[in-house]
């Protein structure tokens, strides 16, 4: 018995592998007509992916990345980089983090943007970075393909940050935006926000976008804090260190301190620093209708229905014990149901012993 149960064990336990590891796979062996070719390369840490970047990556919370080659028939190639973070929150800002203003804005998965050869787009929690030998007209429709073929995050995890929510759309230069988690990826892109300034300990989130205005360029800087209370308390921070009102100019709304540098005395850095205003949504769930548990017609309906069951349960019992009491008087005459008028009942007579008496 032992031993079956073993083996039942072993067969499913071996069963379930192909799953586990068909759910870890990230990219698909074939769409559009391209087949993957040759050894799929793992990462399951930053710096086997990217040395050069590994800190950010982990800021984004990458979590493994699968590179491939791809054939088609006609001999064109194709190579896919694909990574993999905990959230759509980082897939979000990787893309940021590696796009490039001069590249142009795709319609493929969630965001995408492409340079010559190079097309780098994201869907969920996965991040892509496609390289083709040679780019065609139907490129952006084969990797519009594989986007919905790629995994996507469960639950909450698939929710976009709402930062991007709040900047402007008028000046705005294309592909600037950076959304940043980290102390690293604040100082590759430049900020003029130090990481001591900001706090990362109180988990902020920074978005920054360039805009063209008639003063110049200017750099909008969104810091979004957990509470209002620690963005009131990060405010006097910014306001107090010697950089405020010369690189950076700052105000807050919410919980969120937004900052503008460059030209910060400029009509146009002014204008955008007062052009972000935060907006509580308040959620009052309230009956738009009577519910079939609090309507009266229901509950009569529902007395009524109870009172026709009674009645029927009623004539059930009573035609069978009527029927039972005359099968009874047929077959078995002068029984319970059925005694005798002379039966002889026992009487005490007691007006008669006390008449006798006197």
Same mark, same amino acid.
């Given at each position: 018995m032992k031993q079956f149960l073993k083996s039942i064990l072993l067969i499913v336990v071996v069963g379930t592998l192909p799953c586990a590891a068909a759910a870890q796979n990230i990219l698909p062996k074939?769409?559009?007509?391209?087949?993957?070719?040759?050894?799929?390369?793992?990462?399951?840490?930053?710096?086997?992916?990217?040395?050069?970047?590994?800190?950010?990556?982990?800021?984004?919370?990458?979590?493994?990345?699968?590179?491939?080659?791809?054939?088609?028939?006609?001999?064109?190639?194709?190579?896919?980089?694909?990574?993999?973070?905990?959230?759509?929150?980082?897939?979000?800002?990787?893309?940021?983090?590696?796009?490039?203003?001069?590249?142009?804005?795709?319609?493929?998965?969630?965001?995408?943007?492409?340079?010559?050869?190079?097309?780098?787009?994201?869907?969920?929690?996965?991040?892509?970075?496609?390289?083709?030998?040679?780019?065609?007209?139907?490129?952006?429709?084969?990797?519009?393909?594989?986007?919905?073929?790629?995994?996507e995050a469960a639950a909450t995890a698939a929710n976009l940050p709402n930062l991007p929510e709040y900047l402007p759309k008028q000046g705005v230069v294309e592909n600037s935006a950076k959304y940043i988690?980290?102390?690293?990826?604040?100082?590759?892109?430049?900020?003029?926000?130090?990481?001591?300034?900001?706090?990362?300990?109180?988990?902020?989130?920074?978005?920054?976008?360039?805009?063209?205005?008639?003063?110049?360029?200017?750099?909008?800087?969104?810091?979004?804090?957990?509470?209002?209370?620690?963005?009131?308390?990060?405010?006097?921070?910014?306001?107090?260190?010697?950089?405020?009102?010369?690189?950076?100019?700052?105000?807050?709304?919410?919980?969120?301190?937004?900052?503008?540098?460059?030209?910060?005395?400029?009509?146009?850095?002014?204008?955008?620093?007062?052009?972000?205003?935060?907006?509580?949504?308040?959620?009052?769930?309230?009956?738009?209708?009577?519910?079939?548990?609090?309507?009266?017609?229901?509950?009569?309906?529902?007395? #009524? *229905?109870? +009172?026709?069951? /009674? @009645?029927?349960?009623?004539?059930?019992?009573? %035609? !069978? #014990? *009527?029927? +039972?009491?005359? /099968? @009874?008087?047929?077959?078995?005459?002068?029984? %319970? !149901?059925?005694?005798?008028?002379?039966?002889?009942?026992?009487?005490?007579?007691?007006?008669?012993?006390?008449?006798?008496?006197?």
């Amino acid at each position: 018995m032992k031993q079956f149960l073993k083996s039942i064990l072993l067969i499913v336990v071996v069963g379930t592998l192909p799953c586990a590891a068909a759910a870890q796979n990230i990219l698909p062996k074939s769409f559009a007509g391209w087949m993957q070719t040759g050894e799929v390369k793992t990462a399951g840490q930053p710096g086997q992916a990217d040395a050069a970047n590994a800190a950010v990556l982990n800021e984004y919370g990458f979590t493994g990345s699968e590179t491939a080659t791809y054939k088609r028939p006609d001999g064109r190639t194709l190579t896919i980089a694909a990574s993999r973070f905990k959230d759509a929150t980082g897939a979000y800002g990787a893309f940021t983090f590696f796009r490039d203003p001069a590249m142009k804005v795709e319609r493929i998965g969630t965001k995408a943007a492409s340079a010559n050869e190079r097309i780098l787009f994201f869907r969920s929690n996965v991040l892509v970075d496609a390289k083709f030998d040679r780019i065609t007209g139907m490129s952006g429709a084969e990797l519009r393909e594989l986007a919905g073929m790629l995994p996507e995050a469960a639950a909450t995890a698939a929710n976009l940050p709402n930062l991007p929510e709040y900047l402007p759309k008028q000046g705005v230069v294309e592909n600037s935006a950076k959304y940043i988690l980290g102390p690293q990826a604040l100082a590759a892109t430049k900020t003029p926000l130090s990481a001591d300034l900001v706090s990362f300990a109180t988990e902020p989130e920074i978005l920054t976008q360039n805009y063209t205005t008639a003063d110049g360029p200017v750099t909008l800087m969104l810091v979004q804090y957990p509470t209002p209370q620690i963005a009131i308390e990060r405010l006097r921070a910014f306001q107090a260190s010697p950089d405020s009102g010369k690189t950076f100019s700052a105000r807050r709304t919410g919980p969120i301190i937004v900052a503008t540098s460059g030209n910060v005395e400029s009509s146009g850095a002014k204008a955008l620093l007062n052009s972000v205003n935060y907006e509580a949504e308040v959620t009052w769930n309230e009956a738009t209708a009577i519910s079939k548990r609090d309507n009266i017609g229901n509950l009569l309906l529902a007395v #009524f *229905g109870l +009172i026709g069951i /009674l @009645l029927v349960f009623g004539l059930i019992f009573g %035609v !069978f #014990f *009527g029927g +039972i009491r005359l /099968l @009874l008087t047929r077959y078995f005459p002068g029984t %319970v !149901f059925d005694l005798p008028e002379n039966v002889e009942i026992l009487q005490l007579h007691l007006r008669d012993g006390s008449a006798a008496d006197k």
